[in-house]
């Protein structure tokens, strides 16, 4: 099987920063995306960022100009590197993986989700 192993999560002031970090393993021919997702209470799950094989890049409005989403192709990981974070960053974050399997189907893998809370 596949296996998302994320690390970084945590509590932070507002306006500090944070990263974290997504690992993909397992049965996997190739990575077509990875990226970040976030819930917070009482809201549904949101795209954050994902970058592509390619080096394309998406962002959510909220977070652009304070959010990068560097990805190492070679080591199939993915990291957020989170600058100026606000209370409202708070969430618990996700990754996210659309992987190529041995027989060429795209098939979407998610992490267990990991908490960043942005409180004084």
């Known amino acids: 099987q596949v296996q998302l192993v994320e690390s970084g999560g945590g509590l932070v002031q507002p306006g500090g920063s944070l990263r974290l970090s997504c690992a993909a393993s397992g049965s996997i021919f190739s990575i077509s995306r990875m990226g970040w997702y976030r819930q917070a209470p009482g809201k549904q799950r949101e795209l954050v960022a994902v970058?592509?094989?390619?080096?394309?890049?998406n962002y959510a409005d909220s977070v652009k100009g304070r959010f990068t989403i560097p990805r190492d192709n070679a080591k199939n990981t993915v990291n957020l590197h989170m600058n100026s974070l606000r209370p409202e960053d708070t969430a618990v974050y996700y990754c996210y993986v659309k992987a190529v399997m041995f027989n060429g189907v795209f098939t979407d893998y998610w992490g267990q989700g990991t908490q960043v809370t942005v409180s004084s």
């Open positions: 970058i592509t094989s390619g080096g394309s890049t």
